[in-house]
Protein backbone atom coordinates (compact mmCIF):
# COMPACT_ATOMS: atom_id res chain seq x y z
CA UNK A 1 0.00 0.00 0.00
CA UNK A 2 1.40 3.77 -0.70
CA UNK A 3 0.77 6.39 1.50
CA UNK A 4 -0.70 9.73 -0.31
CA UNK A 5 1.29 12.62 1.00
CA UNK A 6 -1.34 15.96 1.31
CA UNK A 7 0.08 18.71 -0.04
CA UNK A 8 -0.21 21.59 2.29
CA UNK A 9 -3.33 24.86 1.65
CA UNK A 10 -0.60 27.20 0.19
CA UNK A 11 -1.26 30.99 1.19
CA UNK A 12 0.30 32.18 -1.79
CA UNK A 13 -2.48 30.87 -3.61
CA UNK A 14 -4.67 33.40 -5.62
CA UNK A 15 -7.69 33.72 -3.32
CA UNK A 16 -11.11 33.00 -5.52
CA UNK A 17 -13.49 36.39 -5.59
CA UNK A 18 -16.67 35.46 -3.17
CA UNK A 19 -19.57 35.59 -5.70
CA UNK A 20 -22.82 37.55 -4.65
CA UNK A 21 -25.89 35.67 -4.11
CA UNK A 22 -29.05 37.08 -5.69
CA UNK A 23 -32.52 35.63 -6.36
CA UNK A 24 -34.73 34.25 -8.81
CA UNK A 25 -35.54 38.09 -9.65
CA UNK A 26 -34.08 41.14 -9.29
CA UNK A 27 -34.84 45.05 -9.83
CA UNK A 28 -31.71 45.81 -12.82
CA UNK A 29 -31.27 48.88 -14.98
CA UNK A 30 -29.92 49.49 -18.23
CA UNK A 31 -28.54 53.15 -18.15
CA UNK A 32 -26.98 53.07 -21.50
CA UNK A 33 -30.67 51.99 -22.62
CA UNK A 34 -32.23 54.66 -20.37
CA UNK A 35 -33.91 52.45 -18.55
CA UNK A 36 -34.19 53.28 -15.18
CA UNK A 37 -35.60 50.32 -13.99
CA UNK A 38 -37.09 46.86 -15.11
CA UNK A 39 -37.65 43.85 -12.73
CA UNK A 40 -35.45 40.64 -14.54
CA UNK A 41 -35.83 36.86 -14.06
CA UNK A 42 -32.38 35.29 -13.46
CA UNK A 43 -32.79 31.86 -15.45
CA UNK A 44 -29.57 29.96 -15.53
CA UNK A 45 -31.36 27.53 -17.79
CA UNK A 46 -30.83 30.27 -20.50
CA UNK A 47 -27.77 30.75 -22.54
CA UNK A 48 -28.50 34.28 -23.63
CA UNK A 49 -30.06 37.09 -21.92
CA UNK A 50 -33.19 38.94 -23.66
CA UNK A 51 -34.81 42.02 -23.35
CA UNK A 52 -38.66 42.70 -24.10
CA UNK A 53 -38.07 45.08 -27.80
CA UNK A 54 -41.01 45.54 -30.12
CA UNK A 55 -40.58 47.84 -33.05
CA UNK A 56 -37.37 46.78 -34.06
CA UNK A 57 -35.75 48.54 -36.59
CA UNK A 58 -31.89 47.88 -38.13
CA UNK A 59 -30.25 50.96 -39.80
CA UNK A 60 -27.01 52.16 -40.78
CA UNK A 61 -25.26 55.66 -39.38
CA UNK A 62 -21.94 56.20 -40.69
CA UNK A 63 -21.06 52.85 -42.42
CA UNK A 64 -22.00 51.32 -38.55
CA UNK A 65 -25.15 49.04 -38.38
CA UNK A 66 -27.64 50.01 -35.15
CA UNK A 67 -30.54 49.46 -34.58
CA UNK A 68 -33.58 51.45 -33.02
CA UNK A 69 -36.40 49.49 -30.64
CA UNK A 70 -38.93 50.56 -28.01
CA UNK A 71 -39.26 48.97 -24.60
CA UNK A 72 -42.28 48.73 -21.94
CA UNK A 73 -39.65 47.99 -18.93
CA UNK A 74 -43.06 48.20 -16.56
CA UNK A 75 -44.80 44.16 -16.77
CA UNK A 76 -48.71 43.78 -17.89
CA UNK A 77 -48.09 47.95 -18.69
CA UNK A 78 -47.50 49.64 -22.13
CA UNK A 79 -46.40 53.00 -20.70
CA UNK A 80 -43.91 54.22 -20.52
CA UNK A 81 -42.51 53.25 -23.55
CA UNK A 82 -38.39 53.96 -23.68
CA UNK A 83 -37.14 54.33 -27.23
CA UNK A 84 -33.87 53.04 -27.29
CA UNK A 85 -30.87 52.87 -30.14
CA UNK A 86 -27.49 50.47 -30.07
CA UNK A 87 -25.27 49.29 -31.69
CA UNK A 88 -25.89 45.90 -33.28
CA UNK A 89 -23.14 44.02 -32.72
CA UNK A 90 -24.53 40.14 -34.25
CA UNK A 91 -27.86 38.72 -35.61
CA UNK A 92 -28.46 35.07 -33.91
CA UNK A 93 -30.35 32.14 -34.20
CA UNK A 94 -32.31 31.57 -30.84
CA UNK A 95 -34.51 28.82 -29.54
CA UNK A 96 -37.10 29.64 -27.14
CA UNK A 97 -38.68 28.12 -24.11
CA UNK A 98 -41.19 26.92 -26.68
CA UNK A 99 -38.65 24.81 -28.86
CA UNK A 100 -38.50 27.40 -31.90
CA UNK A 101 -36.09 29.07 -33.39
CA UNK A 102 -35.89 32.80 -34.00
CA UNK A 103 -33.42 35.13 -35.20
CA UNK A 104 -32.11 38.15 -33.17
CA UNK A 105 -30.59 41.07 -33.48
CA UNK A 106 -28.16 41.29 -30.37
CA UNK A 107 -27.05 44.32 -28.58
CA UNK A 108 -24.51 45.03 -26.05
CA UNK A 109 -25.10 47.48 -22.90
CA UNK A 110 -24.50 48.39 -19.73
CA UNK A 111 -26.03 45.90 -16.88
CA UNK A 112 -26.51 47.57 -13.53
CA UNK A 113 -27.47 44.85 -10.55
CA UNK A 114 -27.04 46.75 -7.30
CA UNK A 115 -23.72 48.67 -6.48
CA UNK A 116 -22.15 46.54 -9.65
CA UNK A 117 -22.09 47.25 -13.41
CA UNK A 118 -20.74 45.37 -16.19
CA UNK A 119 -21.49 45.11 -19.82
CA UNK A 120 -23.92 42.31 -21.40
CA UNK A 121 -25.18 41.20 -24.64
CA UNK A 122 -28.63 41.16 -24.93
CA UNK A 123 -30.92 39.63 -27.44
CA UNK A 124 -33.80 41.59 -28.44
CA UNK A 125 -37.54 40.13 -28.75
CA UNK A 126 -41.16 40.59 -27.84
CA UNK A 127 -41.36 39.26 -24.45
CA UNK A 128 -45.38 41.30 -24.08
CA UNK A 129 -46.75 37.47 -23.70
CA UNK A 130 -44.05 36.52 -20.87
CA UNK A 131 -43.93 37.08 -17.47
CA UNK A 132 -40.97 39.37 -17.19
CA UNK A 133 -40.13 42.17 -19.64
CA UNK A 134 -36.36 40.54 -18.94
CA UNK A 135 -33.54 37.50 -18.77
CA UNK A 136 -30.54 37.24 -17.33
CA UNK A 137 -29.02 34.08 -19.14
CA UNK A 138 -26.12 32.77 -17.74
CA UNK A 139 -23.82 34.13 -19.32
CA UNK A 140 -24.20 37.53 -17.77
CA UNK A 141 -23.86 35.93 -14.52
CA UNK A 142 -21.12 33.77 -14.57
CA UNK A 143 -18.25 34.22 -12.36
CA UNK A 144 -20.06 36.82 -10.63
CA UNK A 145 -23.13 35.74 -8.78
CA UNK A 146 -24.89 32.62 -7.43
CA UNK A 147 -28.75 32.45 -7.80
CA UNK A 148 -30.85 31.11 -4.33
CA UNK A 149 -34.23 30.19 -6.49
CA UNK A 150 -35.50 30.13 -3.05
CA UNK A 151 -34.96 34.19 -2.57
CA UNK A 152 -36.28 37.19 -4.53
CA UNK A 153 -34.79 40.78 -4.53
CA UNK A 154 -32.07 40.28 -2.54
CA UNK A 155 -29.68 42.97 -4.13
CA UNK A 156 -30.56 46.59 -3.02
CA UNK A 157 -29.63 50.18 -3.52
CA UNK A 158 -27.52 51.47 -0.68
CA UNK A 159 -29.52 51.97 1.99
CA UNK A 160 -29.97 55.68 2.71
CA UNK A 161 -29.38 57.15 5.78
CA UNK A 162 -32.18 57.53 8.30
CA UNK A 163 -31.53 60.84 10.25
CA UNK A 164 -31.81 60.40 14.06
CA UNK A 165 -34.68 62.45 15.63
CA UNK A 166 -33.57 65.03 17.82
CA UNK A 167 -34.94 65.34 21.20
CA UNK A 168 -35.73 69.00 22.38
Known amino acids: MVAVKKKPLSSTAPAKRKKKIVGWREWVRLPGLKVKKIKAKLDTGARTSALHAFRVTPFTRDGASYVRFYVHPIQRKSTPEIKCVALLIDTRAVTDSGGRREERPVIRTLLKIGKSQYPIELTLTNRDVMGFRMLLG ?31
Open 138 to 168: RQALRRRYLVDPARAFVIRKKAKKRKKARRA
